[in-house]
């Protein structure tokens, strides 16, 4: 849906049940202009999840309802990975779905190795969620799936959890030199041609800090965004993807390291001033943000 906003050609891949439930899907898709051909019908079950907004010292709580889905029972073989990538340019996909179901561990496999045939470049979120399967589980798959992976967005944490990966001994935590260090010993290891990370202080759950690091293995370069501190957030859910969109945008359109990660952090930002899990912003309204102009006077 961001990238939709942004006046991108999308589509989504995904399956949904043969039912009113599944119609809803295919039909908000289609509101935004997201392309869904590709989603395939079957099954009974449209995966959900709660989200328990969370305030002051009381954290937002996600429960996770999705065993026995559509798209966890999915058989590989319902995806035409050949006619999806056809004309394509950029596939992206997060560690929440191979977490899903072995199935879809191999569904991602196969549609990794497609894109690659295609010569699409490949975007992963890494993602990595307690709740929907263990560290040791996630490192299995994780690391076999990432060697595909040309954009790798992730944190600090999640690069030790996932892929056992963590800067050298001697480096201050949050450092620039710890996120050199760490973005090398990944870009070494994957062969990926970008490192984005994701950094969050929550001084409470309705008190944030954030901002972006992209490390650039063209240059060697490592980049950090401006900060934003989002002293009332109206929901943070969807912050990590709509960062992805913005990424992926700019990095398709080949701008600079500095112009891409403070696009993608600029979207992270207004994503929380929207209910929901889609960013609902347009280009010019991040641009907007990402100049400096948080007034946030109503625009007449």
Known sequence: VSLANYGLDTAFVTKVPAHEV????????RRYGVDTRFIVRGSKRLGIFYVEKGA?????KVIYDRADSAIATADPSDFDWDTIFDGAEWF???GITPALSENMVEACMEACKAAKAHGVTISCDLNYRSRLWSKEDARRVMTKVS??????????????????I?????????SDEAYLDLSRRIVSEYGCSHVAYTTRQSLSASHNIISGILYEKSTDRLVRARKYDLTEIA????GGDSFGAGLIYTLSRGCTAEYCVNFAVAAECLKHTIDGDF???TEEETLRIMSGDGSAKIQR
Do not use: W
């Open 166 to 174: 963590k800067p050298g001994d001697g480096s201050e935590p949050e």
């Open 56 to 60: 002051s010292q009381r954290p937002s």
């Open 22 to 29: 599944g119609n809803c899907v295919v039909n908000e898709m």
């Open 147 to 164: 060697r595909y992976t040309d954009v790798m967005i992730t944190n600090m944490d999640q690069a030790f959890d996932v892929l056992g």
């Open 235 to 238: 929901d943070r859910v969807g």
């Open 279 to 281: 960013n609902l912003t």
């Open 92 to 94: 992206h996909f997060t």
